[in-house]
Every structure is written in C-alpha cells, then in structure tokens.
C-alpha cells in the first residue's frame, strides 16, 4: 500500500538541491531507510545519473514498491531488505553514494553505530554519505522545537532520541570518512557529508 509522508514532501527540493552538487560525480547510490519511497522516486527522477538503490526493513517494502510503479522509472532499483545491525542484510558490491534521512534519531545508539559501520564497508574511495536530519551540537539543542521532538522521541523509545553531532563525526571517522561539509536545511534541520578516504 502506498504510504505518504508530509516530511518528505516538504524537505525533498532543499535537499535535491544539494545532493545536485554532492553526488555530481556519484553513479551508484544506496538510500537506508527509504520509508515510504517518495524520496528514491524524486531524486532518481531529477538525478538521471544515479543508479538508485532503495532499502528498508521489509515493513516498508510495500509502499516502496507501490511509489517505484507509479513512476516507472528505469534508474531506481527494487528495494533491499536492510537492517543495518546484521551483517548480512548489507548488499555486495561498492556503492559511491549512501543517503539516509529522519533515520538516526529512530534508530537505538547501537544501531547507529551499526550503521556508519556497514557504510565505512560499503563506500568506494571518496564516497560521500549524506545525512539528513536534526542533530544537537555539543550535546545542547539547536532549538526549542527540536528539543520537544527529542522529548517525544524518547517518550515512545528511550533508545531514540537525538544524536549529537561530534558523536556521529567521530563515528564517521572510526570507519574511514571524514566531514566534508554541513548543511543548515530548514526547520532545525542539517545535512551532514561525510566523504571516504
């Protein structure tokens, strides 16, 4: 069943804009968390270049699959059964793009950890990984709104929540990327670039 979500209609055009730049010279993308799919159709659809390759927890996979049919577009792939804490759902072969959004903060501490580690394997010699996202800086928050958000992200998960941008910089570097640019996006919102060395 096609599922939609406000957020991705909303963030979808600031986001292509800078994707447009960070992946000008990527060929071979994998989306983690695709959700409902909107994001794998709009970006494959003005980004003709990539080969985009959506996943998600087979929960998912529904909606995804009702978004790709409608569009019908030949540069977006089926999507993955992926959950990132097994080592077995990561798909084989290098991809030289990752892009996830609204993932981190769902995601337990152990999971995120999981992930930046499957993408360290996954990414090509200078790969980019964008993130989209609210993030706290120096363990504070950037706004009022984003602290509410958190409040009600732990409400309904304890493990969720926030996560702290040095935190997530320095898992980047534990596993072979290095920061290469930060977004300011609207509604308290970031895009964070990470790049392979």
């Known amino acids: 069943m096609k599922q939609y979500s406000e957020a991705c209609e909303q963030n979808r055009l600031p986001i292509l804009e800078i994707l447009k730049n960070e992946f000008s010279d990527t060929r071979r993308v994998l989306e ?17 270049q990539l080969q985009w390759q ?22 977006v ?4 059964s ?9 798909p084989a072969g ?15 501490w152990q999971d995120v950890k999981c992930m930046f580690a499957g993408i360290g394997t996954q990414l090509g010699p200078r790969g980019r990984f964008c993130l989209y996202g609210p993030f706290n800086y120096g363990n504070c928050y950037t706004s009022s709104s984003n602290q509410r958000f958190d409040l009600w992200l732990k409400k309904r998960d304890i493990n969720s929540g926030l996560r ?23 509604v308290n919102n970031r895009l964070l670039v990470w790049q392979k060395y």
């Open 164 to 186: 702290n941008f040095e935190d997530l910089n320095a898992l980047a570097g534990n596993h072979g990327m290095s920061l290469r640019a930060d977004h300011e996006m609207s």
């Open 54 to 75: 959506p996943s998600d927890l087979d929960e998912h996979h529904a909606s995804i699959r009702a978004w790709l049919a409608e569009a019908g577009l030949a540069n």
């Open 94 to 108: 290098e991809f030289d793009g990752v892009f996830s959004a609204n993932t981190v903060h769902i995601m337990s």
């Open 82 to 90: 992926l959950n990132v804490s097994r080592n077995d759902d990561w």
């Open 32 to 48: 983690i968390g695709s959700g409902t799919g909107q994001h794998a159709v709009f970006f494959s659809q003005y980004l003709p």
């Open 77 to 80: 792939l089926p999507p993955l």
